[in-house]
Nanobody
């Protein structure tokens, strides 16, 4: 079975840090761009970050720029989202999604995804 699995979500205090992982099962991520999304209760899903298939291109939502960093390992197994200086408004379920379509690009991508993870909960208390 081909799938993505997110992990690393937890309950943290404001100002704390977490590192989320998006791991591929049954395939490698060498030729996929990976996008992170999040959805808070009562709110619409929003894009958070993206990394291109080569790893050379990245993008961030304005709300997380300067606090979050996306990266990928050389083995093509896992993509990470390092989250620093977390705020209560970062509370959400975080999802990763993989695409081969326009895998070299991140900025302004609108289109389908090949795989979605099931999500991991991030809660930032106040």
């Amino acid at each position: 079975q081909l799938q993505l699995v997110e992990s690393g979500g937890d309950l943290v205090q404001p100002g704390g840090s977490l590192r989320l992982s998006c791991a591929a099962s049954g395939f490698t991520l060498h030729y996929y761009a990976i996008d992170w999304f999040r959805q808070a209760p009562g709110k619409e899903r929003e894009g958070v970050s993206c990394i291109s298939g080569s790893g050379g291109g990245t993008a961030y939502a304005s709300s997380v720029k300067g606090r979050f960093t996306i990266s990928r390992d050389n083995a093509g197994h896992t993509v990470y989202l390092q989250m620093n200086r977390l705020k209560p408004e970062d509370t959400a379920v975080y999802y990763c999604a993989a695409r081969t379509r326009l895998y070299h690009a991140c900025s302004g991508y609108v289109g389908p995804y090949d795989y979605w993870g099931q999500g991991t909960q991030v809660t930032v208390s106040s």
